[in-house]
């Protein structure tokens, strides 16, 4: 079972099974999981989805036994990492951690999934459990947008993030722009013309990133290693590729399953590809939120330990708690 609605589309959208074609597919951070919600994606009466009660009471006990870092223990790792950072000259290293919510009867998932859908209309917004995985999320990072007909490719540097009445410091455009570079270095082997705009602010709720836009025409034989290159984005990981994953796998207490990973929805038109952020796995008996932050050497781990506890609201605020 899986509910979706697409960035500014209000239309509620899911899989029919009874189709061969695999229509929405999750991949997780590492690349080495997959889920596939097979048929051809169809619209659903908002009126059948409200009869559809989804609460925590139909999800698996959370078997995990895991307890979320403090914030002295996610600030005592964080300042390892900053000095990691600082003896390497990295530009970026993405940190993530996961806060645990635990205190509820029963969540009534068909309200938060309408919850999350009204907070985020630009986002990609969706809810599903196989069985064995139930997970919420809305974020609207793309990692690709492909046009079948015209052969066009658009991505976007999505990194820097504050409360949306701040103004930008030194930090954030500094970690925004080997974003930018990175991703306009991979389209350039794929094309001698590659459209890139200004920088600007992008609003998602309660925070701001800055936002590069960048458009190609590709040969749709190369659609799937451009893929392949661009993930996991600098907004994820870090640069170099190679040395930020060894660190996060170092440093980070929990493997981060599905969390930025990417999410592939194939329509009529197009091939896209949203970045799996602000997100959460569900479990019958807890929440657990995935929430992580951009790090340079300038990084202060108690504004940091902040950043993430604003992340983590894009969830908790939009639970239908009892």
């Excluded at 590492?30 to 596939?36: K, T």
Aim: proline share 4%; aromatic share 12%; charged share 25%.
């Amino acid at each position: 079972m899986i509910y979706f609605k697409l960035p500014f589309d209000e239309r509620l959208l899911s899989a029919d099974e009874k189709n061969a074609k695999n229509a929405v597919h999750f991949i997780s951070y590492n690349g080495l999981d997959q889920i596939s919600f097979n048929g051809d994606i169809f619209e659903i009466n908002p009126a059948k989805f409200d009869q559809t009660l989804i609460t925590s009471d139909v999800l698996k006990d959370d078997t995990t036994n895991s307890s979320a870092e403090t914030k002295e223990e996610y600030c005592s790792t964080l300042q390892q990492v900053i000095e990691v950072i600082k003896e390497n000259s990295l530009p970026k290293l993405v940190y993530s951690r996961r806060k645990i919510f635990a205190d509820f009867n029963t969540i009534n998932y068909t309200e938060s999934f309408k919850n999350l859908c009204t907070s985020y209309p630009n986002a990609f917004r969706y809810l599903f459990n196989d069985g064995e995985n139930a997970w919420m999320g809305a974020f609207s990072e793309v990692l690709g947008k492909f046009n079948k007909s015209t052969h066009e490719f658009e991505t976007m540097a999505l990194a820097g993030t504050l409360p949306v009445p701040e103004a930008w410091s030194e930090k954030e455009i500094e970690e925004q722009k080997p974003v930018t570079s990175y991703i306009q270095d991979i389209l350039k082997n794929y094309s001698e013309n590659v459209e890139q705009s200004e920088t600007y602010d992008h609003i998602s709720g309660n925070i701001k990133h800055l936002r590069t836009d960048f458009k190609t025409t590709i040969q749709p034989s190369d659609l799937d290693s451009i893929i392949q290159d661009l993930h996991p984005t600098p907004a994820v990981c870090g640069i170099p590729k190679d040395f930020c994953n060894e660190s996060i796998r170092k440093y980070e207490k929990f493997p981060r399953e599905f969390y930025a990973g990417y999410i592939k929805v194939e329509t009529e038109e197009s091939i896209l590809y949203f970045v799996n952020l602000r997100c959460a796995r569900l479990y019958k008996d807890s929440v657990h939120i995935f929430v992580g932050g951009g790090i340079t050497a300038q990084s202060n781990p108690g504004k940091e330990w902040r950043e993430t506890e604003l992340k983590s609201e894009a969830i908790l605020k939009n639970l239908a708690i009892s």
